[in-house]
């Protein structure tokens, strides 16, 4: 018999995570039934989409949502036989039995020398986000200024460089001297230490002194209402993540951007990578392209071992990691 | 010699304006050169654009920003006769020698049973305003939920007849009895009155159950906070005013509106008219067409006397009107 480790949601979310709102559970699995099969968890991925969605997802004594790349190692279903790769929606279990209807093969192609963590990553979640956010909610055209904040997580490092490639100025910011560097090192013309610049206001403004046509949001909060400030005319603002606010008790607040947004004609859309699904075969072969053609760098922040998981999640509403952070069985 | 009488911003506002914010002065106006004319006021239009706009576009001292409709006593341009009723961008004053680049000649066929007052109203900015609002920004369709907020005023009565006639269910909020009257007799499905009604959250949520496809805001402030909390998923919103912040002097806050436009996927987008100026004179064809065929009705708020302007603009600002503000000169 099976045994799968699991991460329960002990009790929801008051303020940051703490380590007693996990609890690490084992249960006995069953054998898979027709149209089933086995998982066994090879990476999984923790996001910050996870804090507010555990509210909205999720009630006490649930294993926490989540995605990740497993291996059938048992199958009752011929669409996916044992030793395939699949991405599913299993939540933070080591073991899964799956009637198969969340999991998507892992592309057919996957090339040897790429980790099937960044299923997870840049040719995962995280890249469509950044893509759809970039071609479907500001279609980013070349010669535009865009911002993005959040700019070395997982999500921002890739709007970043598919916004270098379509001949973008592309102002970045992230909370560490590190992070800045490697903001750097993916090409962004100009970074941002939020954290250490003194005024974010002026910060902004010396960056792209006839300020933005774009800002890809991941942070919200007060960053939020400076950004807004410095869009030009008819600025598109996408709004993807507001990891700032996640933590709140009570929710912060901020001047109304309403005037700015009259003025200024500015158009801000709130958007979920879901709402392009049928697009994402074709776009994942479109970033693995651009990672295999060294158009886009891939960079992870992964811990190891299962049972680090709140540690790896908690860590990453840190801002401890650059790039995607994953946890490696 | 032509004297002119006009209303000088002496001061910028701080917060509510008051009588001493302005002055009346008398000038000697020259006779007009070649390509110029002289213009006589007849109506007037006091708008809560004004109040914020004073600071973008006026310095102490200036005449006070405006439109209203003139006609041509005197003139030395061959595309603007004598006798001619234009709309122009004056300012406050009663007579005026103009050089013609802001005038726009009141549509050629104009019914003589219709006052040419209706110009600066609902076959004017605040009818394109809502045109505009519904079919360029929120595109809206027959069978959808649509909020508006300063519903009895100039541009939110239209928007509302206009979306009845469009086959949508109209939610509409304004700030007294008479005003929440006007709106039922205009057609609106569920009307609020938002100072006297409690809970502005449960009564919005009664008025529509299920949510609200579209809200065409006018308010900005508390009401938007509350009113983005109840759009369905995919709402669209149309920034067009912000009434309720535009005399603060120390910006009114509010909580940060990231995550429900992220769970909805909302798109929030600020206007102006102004945007769509190539199809006003088919617009203005279409909107004297409802009007006379009684799909439009209009209502006007009549303050008479030039001297009188700063009180109608400050009882505009006060929610006085039903209907559109108009100084009749």
Request: include cysteine.
């Given at each position: 018999m099976v045994q799968a480790k699991t991460w329960i949601l002990t009790k929801h979310f008051e303020g940051f995570p703490k380590e007693s709102n996990f609890q690490l559970k084992v249960v006995d699995l069953p054998e898979p039934k027709d149209g089933e099969v086995l998982l066994e968890a090879l990476f999984l991925s923790v996001d910050p989409y996870m804090r507010p969605f555990s509210r909205v997802r999720m009630k006490e004594g649930d294993v926490m949502i989540g995605t990740q790349v497993a291996k059938v190692v048992q199958s009752k279903?011929?669409?996916?036989?044992?030793?395939?790769?699949?991405?599913?929606r299993s939540g933070w279990r080591s073991h899964t039995i799956s009637d198969c209807s969340d999991l998507v093969p892992v592309m057919?192609?996957?090339?040897?020398?790429?980790?099937?963590?960044?299923?997870?990553?840049?040719i995962g979640m995280p890249g469509l986000t950044a893509l759809y956010g970039l071609e479907e909610v500001l279609e980013l055209k070349a010669g535009e200024t865009l911002l993005v904040n959040a700019a070395a997580g997982a999500v921002g490092s890739v709007v970043g460089q598919i916004a270098k490639m379509k001949g973008c100025k592309v102002v970045?910011?992230?909370?560490s001297d590190a992070k800045v560097?490697?903001?750097?090192?993916?090409?962004?013309?100009?970074?941002?230490?939020?954290?250490?610049?003194?005024?974010?206001?002026?910060?902004?403004?010396?960056?792209a002194p006839d300020?933005?046509?774009?800002?890809?949001?991941?942070?919200?909060?007060?960053?939020?209402?400076?950004?807004?400030?410095?869009?030009?005319?008819?600025?598109?603002?996408?709004v993807c993540g507001s990891i700032s606010t996640y933590n709140d008790t009570d929710p912060q607040t901020g001047p109304f951007p309403h005037m700015t947004m009259?003025?200024?004609?500015?158009?801000?859309?709130?958007?979920?990578?879901?709402?392009?699904?049928?697009?994402?075969?074709?776009?994942?072969r479109r970033l693995m392209g651009w990672l295999k053609q060294g158009k886009l760098q891939n960079r992870e922040h992964v811990t190891k071992g299962f049972e680090n998981m709140p540690a790896a999640f908690m860590g990453m509403l840190q801002g401890e990691n650059t790039g995607k952070a994953i946890v490696e069985v």
């Open positions: 279903n011929a669409a996916f036989p044992a030793g395939m790769h699949v991405v599913g057919p192609d996957w090339p040897k020398d790429v980790s099937l963590s960044l299923a997870l990553g840049i970045g910011s992230a909370g560097a490697f903001l750097k090192k993916l090409g962004f013309d100009e970074t941002i230490n939020y954290k250490t610049v003194g005024s974010l206001e002026e910060a902004l403004r010396k960056a300020g933005y046509d774009c800002f890809f949001e991941n942070v919200g909060g007060p960053f939020s209402s400076v950004a807004i400030s410095q869009m030009k005319p008819f600025g598109r603002i996408a009259i003025v200024k004609q500015l158009k801000m859309e709130g958007f979920m990578q879901s709402r392009w699904e049928k697009k994402n075969a074709e776009s994942l």
